[in-house]
């Protein structure tokens, strides 16, 4: 008896002993397989691909609160699993620490030197009690001399409390930040039509500040880059030189460039620098117009109704876009997936209580076929046909992005042009598959259903493409443009300029061209926000915010892709994994790698291990027995 309870006792000792040896044994040879539908749990190629690059050593402080409101408690352990990874993919050169700034004052003035701003958020303690929370959720990159800081209440806000979002672009994020610390900081210039405003609004006489109702995606692009201060086209329309040092232009909607402004963009590009175009072919009339009207004896401030008529514009960027080859037609693109916009369809007059007259706008709301939601999508949110509107590769934007284009051109891509100079083009962006185009000229463009005009389906257009190759000189064989001075006389060309003139690109350029600058302008993000709260009853600030901003991070994306090249084609492979779906196991398929892999487990290791044990515990009874 006792013999028998000795055998099973030491069996089973033996069984553990194995399986505790196996788990050694796969742990050490890092025996692990994501089985996730979107291998949500291993990092991607593109991440490999940075990690593989790094010369040197990242270090990443994590300042974390110990204090985080339970909605936010599973944040830092998603981010030590994530890191785990990027540590053993990159052989220890991505090294982490995490510090917390609640528990030591040293490191939260490190935090604040720092600027990173602490959240204030409320958690409820009971049914009817609440409490403040001031907590730190953010990270710096440190690579030699330079630190990026990536504060998560900043930039992943929309999804931190979502478990699968916040993993599913944390790993976005974490390449994005080691990208920009571990390569030289690039300088963008906006070029575009600039005003002044005054510094302060209350105070309208005093100081003024260059303004381009771009302040949206300057403070994205802030974030990564060194923005310099806004560049005027009408004073490079006078002959002011492009600052020195830009590394990628943004080129938004100009009313008008003149020869020497096209001059300085085309030798910029010569000079190696690549260029994000966006470009309006036309507006829609689509605002109300002030009159002051006399209704009896009283003069009634009053407005007459949008015409919604198309209005041509004539940038001046036709020549240099066909000496690139591309068109941006003097079209709207209007499609069936359309943003739904509140519109004025009639006023009507009130008296007060003192019988003063007033004049009150009646609005409903209604589809603006020529303002284009992309990708298109059902009734649900499911894009209808993502693959057919976004190119192949090209996650500057993805299916999971709402982009509005308020007014977008069909870009016609000039084949034989594109052949003569060698040069490559890309779509990025298309429209959806109910989709057509209307002449911009004696074109009336309404969401109001007695005034808009039925569509007319046709061919897809393309809305955004890149072109890449080595562009000559559009002024080759051409004098340098010159400048008229104040009496009307040409003036003479700077020797400066004409040094430095070249008809060859030192390099190839990319070109990203997008036919819509209005929809990134402020007022029209602004636009967006107030009416899809207006129309779709949406209160989530987050969430408004995202779908507004959609076109600006599709720019900043853009500009992401010409300041750096190859190191950002790895980010949009980072991106482009970016899937949210539920933590369902993929199904593994016949002669799937996978597959092999489970059956190897399956019918293998396990059986194998099984049968060592027994073995064992067989060899052990003979010889207790023979002892015996």
């Known amino acids: 008896m006792k013999g028998s309870i000795a055998s099973v006792v030491l069996g089973g000792l033996l069984v553990a002993a194995n399986l505790i040896v196996a788990n050694l044994l796969l742990r050490k040879v890092d025996f692990r397989r994501d089985l996730t539908a979107d291998r949500r749990f291993e990092i991607g190629e593109g991440t490999n691909s940075v990690l593989d690059r790094l010369s040197d050593t990242v270090s990443i402080r994590c300042y974390f609160s110990s204090n985080l409101p339970k909605r936010y408690q599973h944040c830092d352990r998603i981010v030590l699993e994530k890191l785990q990874e990027y540590e053993k993919a990159s052989d220890g050169k991505v090294v982490y620490e995490f510090v917390d700034p609640e528990t030591d004052e040293a490191v939260k003035q490190e935090a604040d030197d720092l600027g990173i701003i602490a959240a204030r958020t409320t958690e409820f303690e009971s049914a009817t009690s609440q409490r403040e929370v001031i907590c730190y959720m953010a990270m710096v990159f440190r690579f030699a001399d330079r630190k990026v800081v990536l504060n998560l209440f900043q930039d992943m806000q929309q999804n931190l409390e979502d478990r699968a979002r916040f993993l599913s672009d944390l790993e976005y994020q974490l390449t994005r930040n080691i990208i920009a610390v571990t390569t030289r900081r690039r300088t963008i210039g906006i070029l575009a039509d600039t005003e002044k405003v005054p510094v302060n609004p209350q105070n309208p006489r005093g100081e003024k500040r260059s303004y381009q109702g771009l302040a949206n995606l300057r403070g994205l692009l ?37 020869e020497i402004g096209l001059y300085q963009i085309d030798q910029f590009m010569m ?114 046909d993502a693959a057919g509107q976004i190119g192949e590769g090209q996650a500057i934007v993805t299916d999971r992005d709402t982009v509005v284009l308020a007014g977008v051109s069909p ?30 000229k004696d074109g009336i463009f309404s969401p109001d259903p007695r005034v808009a005009l039925p569509l007319v389906p046709g061919e897809r257009s393309n809305l955004m493409v890149s072109l890449s190759g ?28 004409i ?29 967006v926000l107030r009416m899809d709260q207006y129309v779709n009853k ?54 799937d790698d996978d597959k092999r892999l489970v059956d190897w487990v399956i019918f293998g290791i396990i059986p194998g291990f099984v049968f060592l044990a027994g073995v064992a515990r067989w060899l052990f009874r003979r010889l207790f027995a023979v002892a015996s």
């Open 222 to 258: 802030e974030r990564s880059y060194d923005v310099l201060p806004a560049l005027d086209v009408a004073e490079i329309n006078r002959g002011a030189d492009l600052p020195e040092g830009i590394d990628v232009l943004v080129v938004h909607g100009p009313s008008e460039l003149s």
């Open 271 to 384: 000079r190696g620098g690549n260029v994000l175009f966006t470009v309006d072919a036309g507006t829609i009339e689509d605002q109300l117009k002030p009159v002051k009207r006399n209704y009896g004896r009283q003069e009634v401030q009053d407005f007459e109704l949008p015409t919604w008529k198309g209005v041509v514009v004539d940038h001046g960027l036709d020549p240099l876009l066909a000496h690139l080859g591309v068109r941006v037609e003097k079209e709207f693109v209007e499609d069936r997936s359309a943003f739904r916009y509140v519109f004025v369809h009639d006023r009507t007059l009130q008296r007060d209580q003192i019988g003063r007259i007033g004049v009150v706008p009646e609005t409903r709301d209604g589809p603006l076929l020529a303002w284009v939601e992309a990708p298109a999508r059902d009734a649900d949110g499911h894009p209808i």
């Open 411 to 440: 870009i016609t891509l000039l084949d034989e042009r594109l052949r003569e100079i060698g040069a490559t083009a890309r779509v990025i962006l298309r429209s959806g598959p109910e989709s057509g185009v209307r002449p911009i």
């Open 470 to 497: 080595r562009f000559p000189s559009l002024f080759a064989g051409r004098d340098i443009p010159s400048v008229t001075g104040a009496n009307g006389d040409p003036l003479p060309v700077p020797e400066a300029r």
């Open 499 to 527: 040094a430095a003139r070249r008809t060859e690109p030192v390099r190839p350029n990319l070109v990203i061209v997008l036919s819509d600058a209005d929809g990134l302008s402020d007022r029209r993000l602004s636009d």
């Open 538 to 591: 949406i209160t989530n600030q987050a969430l408004l915010r995202k779908k507004a901003s959609g076109i600006v991070r599709m720019a900043a994306n853009a500009v992401d892709l010409l300041a750096y090249g190859d190191e950002a084609g790895a980010l949009f492979d980072v991106k482009s994994r970016r899937e949210v779906h539920a933590r369902e196991i993929r199904k593994v398929e016949e002669g």
